[in-house]
């Protein structure tokens, strides 16, 4: 069975700082591309960042762009997304989740697993 299980959202004031981790478990993870996604209330799914599966390559939204870092630990089966710099819009729960592929796509629709989700929430 295939298992995505995120960690380390919570609270923090607008300017500090985040690390999510994604741990992935029940198949082999090395030959796809990893991203994060988030979606606040109210509003649609959004692409945050994404990385390929060596590492090598990644991608980002420009409204993170600066901010945010994502990596992953082939090894470990991991992928991390580090926040800095937050601010109040970034609020909302974050989702990692597995691309039918290694393209560092941005569309949800191209992502087959997913995890259930850590709420971040950045206060003003």
């Known amino acids: 069975q295939v298992q995505l299980v995120e960690s380390g959202g919570g609270l923090v004031q607008a300017g500090g700082s985040l690390r999510l981790s994604c741990a992935a478990s029940?198949?082999?993870?090395?030959?796809?591309?990893l991203g994060w996604f988030r979606q606040a209330p109210g509003k649609e799914r959004e692409f945050v960042a994404a990385i390929n599966w060596s590492g090598r390559w990644t991608r980002y939204a420009d409204s993170v762009k600066g901010r945010f870092t994502i990596s992953r630990d082939i090894p470990k089966n991991t992928v991390y997304l580090q926040m800095n710099s937050l601010k109040p819009e970034d609020t909302a729960v974050y989702y990692c989740?597995?691309?039918?592929?290694?393209?560092?796509?941005?569309?949800?629709?191209?992502?087959?697993?997913w995890g259930q989700g850590t709420q971040v929430t950045v206060s003003s």
């Open positions: 029940g198949r082999t993870f090395d030959r796809y591309t």
């Open positions: 989740a597995r691309e039918n592929g290694d393209d560092i796509r941005t569309g949800p629709n191209e992502y087959d697993y």
